[in-house]
Structure formats: structure tokens, C-alpha cells
């Protein structure tokens, strides 16, 4: 049931969204930031290997805000949380204009 309900809110906020569409550009750069990040720390976990392939098949922006908390474990394990906290900063910046300013604003709050 979580699951159904997180699937409707993000697709409610994909509604709501006060940024532009999808550029397919902006998508990979984002993405290949967000690999790159990851990509020195891959070994034959699972959960690496999950993560990678989340990247891989996320289909826009907004999926990609979601995944920066995987990406932000997986960096806490690999290299302490305050370490990851800062390599993640230029990720989130990376977001600007293509997410929600409200979402953004309450990333920003926490970090």
C-alpha cells in the first residue's frame, strides 16, 4: 500500500511542478553526475548494483531527485556521512529550476 501511495504523490507532483519539462540533456548530466558519484564505490553488492540500475532506468528529473537519497547512503557507507553530505551539495545544485522550488527549499533546510 506505501508503495501505491508514494507512486500517487509523485505523480501528483509531477502535475503540480512549477519547473520546466524534462530536458533530455539536462537528464543525462544529471544522471552521469549522479553515476559518476557512485561509480569509484561499485563492487558486487547488491545494493550497489540496485542503485546503479536505478539511475540507469530513471526516465526523468523528478525520479532522479528521489534516487539522491540512495545515492547519499550508498556515499555514507562508502566514505562517512559527512564526506557524502558535501559530494552530494553539488548533486542537489545540480537540480536547480528543474525541481519544485518547495522541494528544493526543504533539501536545503536539511543540509
Known amino acids: 500500500m ?7 504523490s509523485t ?3 509531477g502535475l503540480l511542478r512549477d519547473t520546466e519539462s524534462d530536458n533530455p540533456v539536462e537528464l543525462e548530466r ?9 561509480s569509484q564505490y561499485m563492487d558486487s553488492e547488491n545494493e550497489q548494483r540496485t542503485v546503479w540500475r536505478k539511475l540507469i532506468s530513471a526516465s526523468d528529473i523528478q525520479s532522479l ?4 537519497s540512495d545515492v547519499m547512503h550508498l556515499l555514507s557507507d562508502q566514505l562517512g556521512e559527512h564526506r557524502a553530505s558535501e559530494k552530494m551539495r553539488a ?3 545540480l537540480f536547480r529550476g528543474h ?10 533546510r536539511r543540509g
Open 2 to 8: 506505501g508503495w501505491k501511495i508514494s507512486r500517487i
Open 11 to 13: 505523480s501528483l507532483m
Open 30 to 38: 544529471i544522471r552521469s553526475s549522479m553515476m559518476g558519484c557512485i
Open 65 to 68: 531527485w528521489y534516487l539522491r
Open 91 to 93: 548533486i542537489t545544485e
Open 99 to 108: 525541481v519544485p522550488a518547495a522541494q528544493y527549499a526543504s533539501a536545503r
